[in-house]
């Protein structure tokens, strides 16, 4: 085997007994799941905003970042429920370049996965306890979600990943609403499988462990458009693709039908400015169809505190180092103007 094995890890335990979560944010994550849970159900008519940088590059911003969102959620509290994107992971296309949080907490210097895996935990933490809102992340490498299994209201399975199965057995084994993207080749059906998959029970084996999961009812769709033949970036937000993802629901039996919609990646072609219209187009196909009015119950936004993207190493306070993304002052007029939306 052509593999170095460096040192051993802590496992999840040891290192949440070395951060723990008090009892009073404990509380706090409890109600928020409560509340994003009802979304999902039907229960409540809120509408989900799945927000924040496209990675969490590093921790000062970051908590900037949140910080304001929370003073917006205050204003918007009766109609919204802002989930920030806090997401620690970054999958990379041809396996080159900066890889998130986990494998670099200092985007500058060498990978250092134990030093990553506190840095993620703590970042999680101090969001919660500075903010009072529990985050979404995505879950890239599931045998590492129980280092923020208490910590996190919301997870994201990409689009590289939704066919793993791995993947589909650990989001079945979870609490908390699972999103599954659909494929970058943009078959649907590999989706709504997935999502077949997540809401199943299983058995399996899950970090040494022989495990029994009782299935997620809370897995749900995630529609970020996709890849053709060509390489060309192609939108699936129409509201014909609503629409036939909702026909496709009906036919399922299904658990919760429900769908988030990405408004940045392929869906804007990576075109950050694109989101609001984006945006847009989707809550209007809501007013139009009460069937999707009921599936589609959020979006999904990359924003930051300045637009745009930059290189690592040119220090801009608050700017991207991975895609580009909406800045903080477009994107507060744009969660206003969802919420007089919806």
């Known amino acids: 085997m052509n593999m170095n ?30 509340a994003i849970r009802q979304v999902f159900e039907g229960k409540s008519d809120k509408f989900i905003l799945v927000v924040g940088p496209c990675s969490a590059d590093s921790e000062e911003p970051v908590l900037d970042y949140v910080s304001r969102l929370a003073a917006v959620q205050e204003k918007v509290a009766d109609r919204l429920i802002l989930i920030p994107r806090v997401y620690t ?29 506190i840095a993620i935990r703590e970042v999680h933490i101090r969001v919660l306890e500075e903010t009072g809102l529990s985050s979404a992340d995505e879950m890239l490498y599931p045998e590492n979600h129980r280092y923020l299994s208490d910590l996190l209201s919301y997870v994201a399975v990409g689009a590289r990943s939704v066919e793993n199965q791995q993947h589909r057995l650990t989001a079945s084994g979870l609490d908390i609403p699972v999103g599954m993207k659909n494929p970058t080749g943009g078959d649907i ?36 458009g996709y890849v053709n ?36 990646h392929a869906n804007s072609g990576k075109q950050f400015r ?28 990359e924003s930051y ?11 801009v306070y608050g700017k991207s180092i991975t895609d580009p993304c909406l800045g903080w002052a477009d994107t507060e007029k744009l969660i206003y103007a969802i919420a007089e939306q919806v």
């Open 305 to 315: 505190i300045e637009e745009g993207a930059q290189k690592i190493g040119d220090g």
């Open 229 to 264: 033949k060509h390489g060309q970036s192609l939108p699936n937000y129409h509201y014909e693709d609503l629409r036939f993802l909702a026909d496709r629901y009906a036919e399922s039996g299904l658990k919760n039908p429900a769908v988030l919609v990405d408004t940045n």
């Open 5 to 34: 094995f460096k040192r051993k890890l802590p496992i999840p335990m040891e290192i949440k007994e070395l951060y723990p979560l008090s009892l009073a944010l404990e509380q706090k994550k409890t109600a928020r799941d409560v």
């Open 189 to 224: 059906s590999v989706m709504m499988n997935s999502i077949t998959a997540a809401q199943h029970p299983h058995a399996f084996i899950y970090r040494g462990w022989e495990v029994e999961s009782a299935g997620n009812p809370l897995a749900h769709a995630i529609l970020r």
């Open 89 to 117: 992971n970054k999958p990379r296309t041809i396996g080159d370049g900066y890889k998130g949080m986990l494998h670099q907490p200092d985007p500058t210097a060498e990978s250092d996965l134990l030093k990553g895996i």
């Open 274 to 301: 694109e989101q609001p219209r984006i945006a847009s187009e989707v809550l209007h196909a809501r007013r139009h169809s009460e069937d999707i009015r009921k599936l589609v119950k959020g979006l999904m936004i």
